[in-house]
């Protein structure tokens, strides 16, 4: 069952500004993802299903951060259906992300009262969303619909809270052009948690990757006020 109130994951989303994805088949792996991002300051990560017996991955990691990062929120995205989210639920996710918008989703995580981060891409999308008792909606792919997607919504609907997903990298002008468009939060994959990274086993250099990404988010939060 999940540790963390779908508002306190909400909140962390928030006050980070960030939330890094990542999947890997290795459980071992993974832990070291985790632990590197929540030792660089980040206390959210979502962990993609994308693998086979992705699960079983996801199991270990769960109680691993149970037992080593009991103040870190850990959600499980890439999700397809309420059964899939049910499992993950059942294994100690916090938080649930889908690429679209699932109201079967919805519903399995409004029960549990787990935060629930649909992937929208329209208003009529969002406004759907924000009716099935969704606190933030991620708008995917980013790279396609771009900061300027984020304004326009934010002009009628000034309440929405957005998290663009796909295209984010952690480079001063990507960042200042999402949050100076209004977004809540990023999700960052594999610009923040690069191939060459999880090739090297660096950790440490993702843990100084996730500090510096941090520093310049609050600069930049600042500058917009």
Known sequence: MARHSRIDVFQQMESDGVVPLAYHSEVETMQSIVAACNRGGLRTFEFTSRGDFAHEVFRELSK???????????????????????????????????PSLREDIAIVCNRRKVMYAPGCGSLTEIGRAEELGCELVKLFP??????NMIKSIKA?????????????SPTRENLTGWFAAGATCVGMGSKLITKEILRDHNFQLLEQRVQDCLVLVREIRRELG
């Open 64 to 98: 691993y951060c149970r037992a080593e990062l009991p103040g870190l929120k850990l959600g499980v995205g890439s999700v397809t259906d309420a059964g899939q989210a049910s499992m993950y639920m059942q294994l100690g996710a916090d938080f649930i992300v889908t």
């Open 142 to 147: 980013g790279s396609v619909y771009g900061p």
């Open 156 to 168: 009628p609907q000034p309440w929405t809270s957005v998290m663009p997903t796909g295209g984010v």
